[in-house]
């Protein structure tokens, strides 16, 4: 069951999860928002690289330039975000519903994508080199001057997509 969390908790949980970077406090290094609902918040350039959000939601947040490499973000729901330039690489969006979000020239390096709803999202001039995305409901999406070498895009319901201008450099 989703819980709704105020601001001044998620501020905490952040600054918490710096003191254990800094080795200023004891723990496993994993920022845990699981279950969440998190609303207008701004994570612009922040390291969370260890977060874990499970069946949360983020609605209206800002992620720009945020480093999420590795993140494990499966089960999630994001709406009307912004996460352009932000670093995604390795991180696993299995199972999640994007709405109205904006991940222009955001980096998905190695990223995995399946079961997910992408839904009016801006992945304008994004790199999907070496990630897997497949399996997806993909509407109203554009993914205009993407880098997709090596990326595995299949078995997607696709409806109003757009895909012009995309680098690759694939296999013969």
Request: charged content about 25%; hydrophobic content about 40%; proline content about 1%.
């Amino acid at each position: 069951m989703e819980r709704t969390i105020e601001r001044e908790a998620v501020v905490e949980l952040i600054a918490a999860d710096q003191r254990k970077r800094n080795g200023d406090s004891p723990g496993d290094r994993l920022l845990c928002l699981d279950n969440k609902a998190v609303a207008g918040f701004d994570f612009s350039g922040l390291v969370l690289s260890d977060m874990s959000a499970q069946g949360s939601s983020f609605q209206d947040c800002m992620f720009e330039a945020c480093d999420l490499f590795g993140a494990d973000l499966r089960h999630m729901t994001f709406k009307n975000c912004v996460f352009s330039k932000a670093l995604l690489g390795k991180s696993v969006l299995n199972d999640c519903v994007l709405e109205h979000c904006d991940f222009s020239e955001a980096d998905f390096q190695r990223a995995e994508i399946m079961n997910a709803q992408l839904i009016s999202c801006k992945f304008r001039g994004v790199n999907l080199s070496g990630a897997i995305l497949s399996d997806s409901m993909i509407h109203g999406t554009d993914f205009s001057g993407a880098q997709v070498d090596g990326a595995v895009i299949e078995d997607n319901e696709e409806v109003g997509v757009i895909w012009s201008s995309i680098g690759y450099r694939g296999r013969t």
